[in-house]
Antibody, heavy 118, light 106 residues
């Protein structure tokens, strides 16, 4: 069955970098767009970034443009989120999610917590 | 950018009640709208896609309707397991979530 596992979260100082990974299994990874969505503690969901199935198109939420980079390795069934110049307001649980045929996010990982603090 | 506004922010209802949550888009999004359920400490789960299509495995008491700028999620008979926060999301012009509706049992 479809399964996605995020990793790479942790505590990081402001202005530093972190790379998140999301390993997927149970489906043809190279056929699906992949997203990152985050949720600050006690807050709602915030969409972060998307990468198309072949990596040809990427799009970012305004507050992370120029700081975050989404990428994928279809040979490893993995999507990444490189986060640079981290800020306190980037503190959140980061989820990866698959974009299903209907356009919604039909499968989600369990999330990985990123805490930006000095 | 398209803004999504949900109402109410919090809803208290009794088991067996019919519950309706509304989502309004700042611009027309056709039917490119999904609804998600999130329970504390868990990842979100999709309930409805393309405004009115029930995701496989989701109980039939959930339904969605609307198009353009106004959408609703309806639970026909509230069950204790439905206690959660519900989010709408547009995917007509990139992606935006609503702020969420927290559903509580009265």
């Amino acid at each position: 069955q479809v399964h996605m596992v995020e990793s790479g979260g942790g505590v990081v100082q402001p202005a530093r970098s972190l790379r998140l990974s999301c390993a997927a299994s149970g489906f043809t990874f190279s056929s699906f767009g992949m997203h990152w969505v985050r949720q600050a503690p006690g807050k709602g969901l915030e969409w972060v970034a998307v990468i198309w199935y072949d990596g040809s198109t990427k799009y970012y939420e305004d507050s992370v443009k120029g700081r975050f980079t989404i990428s994928r390795d279809n040979s490893k069934n993995t999507v990444y989120l490189q986060m640079n110049s981290l800020r306190a307001e980037d503190t959140a649980v980061y989820y990866c999610a698959r974009e299903g045929d209907g356009g919604s996010l039909d499968y989600w990982g369990q999330g990985t917590l990123v805490t930006v603090s000095s | 950018d398209i803004q999504m506004t949900q109402s109410p922010s919090t809803l208290s209802a009794s088991v067996g009640d019919r519950v309706t949550i509304t989502c309004r888009a700042s611009h027309s999004i056709s039917n490119w709208l999904a609804w998600y359920q999130q329970k504390p400490g868990r990842a979100p789960k999709v309930l409805i896609y393309k405004a009115s299509n029930l995701e496989n495995g989701v109980p039939s008491r959930f339904s969605g309707s609307g198009s353009g700028t106004e959408f609703t999620l309806t639970i026909s008979s509230l069950q204790p397991d439905d206690i959660a926060t519900y989010y709408c999301q547009q995917y007509n012009n990139w992606y935006t979530f609503g702020q969420g509706t927290k559903l509580e049992i009265k």
